[in-house]
Nanobody
Framework: EVQVVESGGGLVQAGGSLSLSCAVSGVTFDHYVIGWFRQAPGKEREGVSCTSGSSDSGYYADSVKGRFTITSDNAKNTVSLQMNRLKPEDTAMYSC???????????????WGQGTQVTVSS
């Protein structure tokens, strides 16, 4: 059984930082990519970041580029998303997803976590 479990969300003031973590089990970790998506109330789901696990891989939406950093620990089957200089518009439910490619947000995403809420106050 594949399990994807996020942690680390919370409430932070604008300009602050949060780190999200995603623990994956039940799949061969380095055969997949791990992505983070977010969805705010009334808005479409948005791909935020993705990693294939290699040390120099990281894909980012333009809205978070330069502020968010994704890292992968293949030994622990975990992926972290460090979010700095947070803005109120970053407020959303953040979900970790196991997928097949970082080249598109639109397909190839197979296993979803339950999500963790991030709220950024102004």
């Amino acid at each position: 059984e594949v399990q994807v479990v996020e942690s680390g969300g919370g409430l932070v003031q604008a300009g602050g930082s949060l780190s999200l973590s995603c623990a994956v089990s039940g799949v061969t970790f380095d055969h997949y990519v791990i992505g983070w998506f977010r969805q705010a109330p009334g808005k479409e789901r948005e791909g935020v970041s993705c990693t294939s696990g290699s040390s120099d891989s990281g894909y980012y939406a333009d809205s978070v580029k330069g502020r968010f950093t994704i890292t992968s620990d293949n030994a622990k089957n975990t992926v972290s998303l460090q979010m700095n200089r947070l803005k109120p518009e970053d407020t959303a439910m953040y979900s970790c997803v196991v997928g097949t490619t970082c080249s598109t947000w639109n397909y190839g995403w197979a296993y979803w976590g339950q999500g963790t809420q991030v709220t950024v106050s102004s």
